[in-house]
């Protein structure tokens, strides 16, 4: 159980369009949703929470109108990075938190890869 | 604030040599540890947690002890193996701070055989 699959895996697409990453909590509810980034050679970083039904809390530096995320329903997140550059080209990771009793456990998504030409 | 220190990697051992990655934290309150497993060109995995202070999480053949009084929880192994190559997250839900996940820098592991 407690499975999370994002989508598409691996993304390319040219300077300037935008792209949507779908994650996807697959046999549990996620009130809360996040979703990181991941520099070569480097730890996450988170970019947002993403909270079902309301808009999600953004992480210092990170653009909001750049990085747009929607969290329609209790399974389902999406981030859409939008006007993408090269710079935008990295590993992006969600994570859907699971609580069991007193103790919150984040079942992270395989990722997606996204390169911008 | 919170946060967590890891030991630095890359650690290279051999195959079979026992493993310990070390683990420090600060945080208020005492909150549930976790450790994540990241292989090569994959996402990441949780390999193991403990929910309260003396809990020892275990999977794999992985261990990590909640040490309240010394604020640490080191990853464990008593015999690495090659498939055991990977980068190692230390982590925890920050209490004070809309449980945030709180990360280490990871820990590099290469195992030669």
């Known amino acids: ?117 | 604030g919170n946060s967590v220190t890891q030991m630095e990697g890359p650690v290279t051992l051999s195959e079979e040599a026992f493993l310990t990655i070390n683990c420090t934290y600060t945080a208020t309150g005492y909150p549930s540890l976790f450790w994540y497993v990241q292989y090569p060109g994959e996402g990441l995995q949780l390999l193991l947690k403990a929910t309260k202070a003396d809990d020892k999480g275990s999977n794999k053949g992985f261990e990590a002890t909640y040490r309240k009084e010394t604020t640490s929880f080191h990853l464990e192994k008593g015999s690495v193996q090659v498939s055991d190559s990977a980068v190692y997250f230390c982590a925890f839900f920050a209490l004070d701070s809309n449980y945030q996940l709180i990360w280490g820098a990871g820990t590099k592991l290469i195992i030669k055989p």
């Open chain 1, 1 to 117: 159980g407690a499975v999370v699959s994002q989508h598409p895996s691996r993304v390319i697409c040219k300077s300037g369009t935008s792209v949507k990453i779908e994650c996807r909590s697959l046999d549990f509810q996620a009130t809360t949703m996040f979703w990181y980034r991941q520099f070569p050679k480097q730890s996450l970083m988170l970019m947002a929470t993403s909270n079902e039904g309301s808009k999600a809390t953004y992480e210092q530096g990170v653009e909001k109108d750049k990085f747009l995320i929607n969290h329609a329903s209790l399974t389902l997140s999406t981030l859409t990075v939008t006007s993408a550059h090269p710079e935008d080209s990295s590993f992006y990771i969600c994570s859907a938190s699971l609580t069991s009793g007193s103790t919150d456990t984040q079942y992270f998504g395989p990722g997606t890869r996204l390169t911008v030409l």
